[in-house]
């Protein structure tokens, strides 16, 4: 019997050529790039009855699977703010925006030369989200308000959810101050317009920003005490305004400029106006969020 010896160092040519094989086969698939979850806050500007503006942002954003995590509101956008962090969907604040009727928020008070005490807003609010306080809210949500005492900036977002927003909403020379615990408010547009920073404290890696403070407009001036005392109100606030919008990741402009901020009757429009905005500014989201994902 013939025995065939095969020179050792053949051998391990052999084996060696196999086991390169086999490497190039399965080569290890590089790791897909790191995505981590992204929590979106959205900061409600105030605006008067341009407000209902903030539905229509809200009704594109969540239709294109965009949910605000963190809410913050000024004066019209914390009203808009308060019910969306209750867990109202935007079609239900549509609904509700259709049936609200302005008298059943406000209150005029003859004892101080007929400003709007505020008090029915509070309880409008209040019955609308079942009497929660903030800390019972499925979304954590701040109402900007202004200490009348030292024009400092006041983020609420404990206790009663009506009473804060009331404060939010106190325009002044249109609104009776609302004292809470012993301290006076007004309106948070006077320091905060669109409440940015307010939604980056919450913890949002992005803010998508929601101006409906619209810039005045040559030749033009508002006929109602409200529209006087809004446009008032956005023309000291814009510098500091826009220092803050800066700060934004992305910044939604309903073109609102045309309604009046007693303009109750113009809803549908002011919220077709937030559709149009929400729904040109949804590339720009896109792209901050996925940069986001990336940090």
Known sequence: MVRFRFPQALIALCCAALLASCEEQVKPTPPAPFRKPVKVGIALGGGAARGFAHIGVLKILEANGIRPVFVAGTSAGSLVGALYASGMSPYQLQAAAVELNESSIRDISLFSGGLIKGQALQNYVNAQVRNRTFQQLPKPFIAVATRLDNGERVSFSRGNLGQAVRASCSIPGVFEPVKIKGVSYVDGGVVSPVPVDAARSLGADVVIAVDIGSAPIKGQTPSSLVGVVNQSITIMGRKLGQQELARANV??????????????????????????????????????????SKR
């Open 251 to 292: 910044v939604i402009r309903p073109a609102v400029g045309t309604i009046g901020a007693a303009d109750f009757e113009s809803r549908g429009k002011a919220i077709m106006a937030g559709e149009k905005a929400a729904q040109a500014a949804l590339p720009a989201i896109r792209k901050a969020i996925e940069a986001a």
